[in-house]
């Protein structure tokens, strides 16, 4: 089943940009036939999606936990190992030394916003079809990250931390002191400066939840372009290639994402 011929090009890319939302006002499902402009909704396939991939993620680790053998490691338990000691080591290098919170957390961002950031590679119909034949859903994303409200919810979990760590290791007044200390200690520009390093902090989750987002977002318009406008008989040629560096995009963003949050961290816990 091939959704380019049920739709023109514009319904077609339409219909694939859609989230399956409900209406929090009245609990409604909104579908292509009944939209809705209420700020009040919840994009439940962005959830589902993010939410089963986690699930994975927890489930493979858990396995290898369980199953952990050091005569002879399996495949999947020596790349779960390789993974866990590139993140460790990175984490170390930026802070200095050894700190399982920081690496368990890093551990999840790599791999949770890889598995996120992998889903564009699927074919742009296979899953919309699949909901639309079995559960009658017209609108469904399935790739998490392309979906501003989950990056902002990642990159806004970094702030929560950045506070947390930063009053943890510093206590509440030093940490709040900076504020107003930094950069210019002289007293006059105790304002300027609080707002300058307001800024700053606000600015690194939004960086961080734009830059994911945007790159992502491209490579699934991409995707959709070529599914649409080129024939299927030939959609390959270019499909496989972009595939290839979707996939190495995939990584870079879901390393940057981890390396950045881990860096922010540091800067809140080194003393």
């Known amino acids: 089943m091939n959704l380019t011929y049920i739709f023109n090009s514009k319904d077609y890319i339409s219909h694939h940009l859609t989230h399956f939302q409900i209406n929090l006002n009245n609990f409604c499902f909104i579908n292509s036939n009944c939209k809705n402009n209420s700020f009040w909704v919840l994009n439940l396939d962005s959830i589902l999606f ?46 200095g030394k050894s700190n399982i919170y920081i690496s368990s957390l890093s551990l999840t961002i ?8 992998i889903m564009g590679v699927i074919p742009v119909d296979f899953i919309p079809c699949f909901f639309k034949e079995f559960f009658n859903i017209d609108n469904i994303k399935y790739v998490p990250s392309s979906d501003i409200n989950i990056t902002l919810s990642m990159g806004f979990s970094i702030f929560l931390l950045i506070l947390f760590y930063g009053i943890k290791y510093k206590g509440f007044k030093n940490f709040f002191l900076n504020f107003f200390l930094h950069p210019f200690s002289n007293p006059c520009f105790f304002i300027f400066n609080f707002f300058l390093e307001l800024i700053g902090l606000i600015s690194k989750f939004i960086s961080l939840s734009l830059r994911l987002f945007g790159n992502i977002y491209a490579g ?48 809140v816990i080194k003393k």
């Open 220 to 267: 699934e318009i991409i995707f959709i372009l070529i599914s649409c406008i080129v024939p299927w008989w030939m959609q390959w040629i270019f499909y496989v290639p972009l595939a290839i560096f979707h996939i190495l995009i995939t990584f870079l963003q879901s390393f940057l994402f981890m390396m950045l949050s881990t860096v922010y961290l540091s800067m």
């Open 110 to 117: 790599f791999i949770w916003t890889f598995l996120m950031n």
């Open 50 to 95: 993010s939410q089963f991939l986690c699930l994975l993620f927890l489930t493979i680790f858990f396995f290898v936990a369980r199953t952990f053998n050091y005569k002879k490691p399996g495949k999947v338990q020596s790349i779960v190992e390789i993974i866990i000691m590139f993140v460790d080591n990175n984490v170390k290098n930026i802070i």
